[in-house]
């Protein structure tokens, strides 16, 4: 939001516009959670209003005042606080501490007929992860690079200098029944989803080498 914003807390955004990617999604999920923890009621975040502005305009919409607030993450969101004139109510850190927020996903049948295949690929995203934790950023960036040139697409890198990290919490990409029970009880308060889910229901780390403390 602006810095001369007068939202300074939760419930200053009652009755505002709030710019997300999309409804129903990750922003939808942790601005909501972040209403509720702020002792919001269900009323109350009803008339927080969410509106779907695509990212690259995200930071635009903020600043022209077509929005009250905009939910943004990532390279577009350094990018942005670098240009200053704005900041952040909250982070997702701030509100739910280390974790990731994604996982990839394979069928159940694709699971059964190539086992093999799935943990040759999970393993070789953990290692990948696993890398750019141990090699310094600088030459992290300069792989990411080397990958954009040889690819031959034209393709503008400057959003490069601002990589971090991959956003991965778990050694090795390893997911753990937090990630995703966050997920669980907010459909729940929303009353999504029709029966009982349990985390462990929906997603397994027996493809990742890393799970049992070892490596790819």
Do not use: C
Request: proline share 3%; net charge positive.
């Amino acid at each position: 939001m602006l810095d001369n914003s007068p939202i300074k807390t939760a419930r200053d955004l009652i009755g505002k516009k709030i710019g997300v990617n999309t409804l129903g999604a990750h922003h939808e999920a942790v601005i909501k959670t972040y209403l509720a923890k702020n002792n919001l009621t269900d009323a109350e975040i009803k008339q927080v209003e969410l509106i779907v502005v695509p990212p690259v305009n995200t930071e635009q919409s903020v600043r022209q005042s077509q929005i009250d607030a905009g939910a943004l993450g990532g390279v577009l969101r350094d990018k942005a606080l670098t240009r200053g004139g704005i900041h952040p109510l909250f982070t997702d850190f701030d509100l739910l501490g280390k974790f990731t927020a994604g996982s990839y996903i394979f069928r159940d049948d694709f699971l059964k007929k190539n086992p093999d295949t799935v943990k040759t690929f999970v393993s070789g995203v953990g290692k990948a992860i696993e890398w750019s934790r141990t090699t310094p950023t600088d030459q992290v960036i300069a792989k990411f690079q080397e990958i954009v040139k040889k690819r031959g697409r034209s393709e503008d890198n400057s959003s490069l200098q601002f990589f971090k990290s991959y956003g991965v919490a778990g050694t090795g990409g390893v997911i753990t029944d937090t990630e995703f029970q966050t997920w669980i009880d907010w459909l729940n308060r929303a009353g999504e989803l029709k029966k009982d889910v349990k985390a462990t229901d929906i997603f397994s780390n027996k493809y990742n080498s890393y799970a049992d403390g070892g490596a790819a």
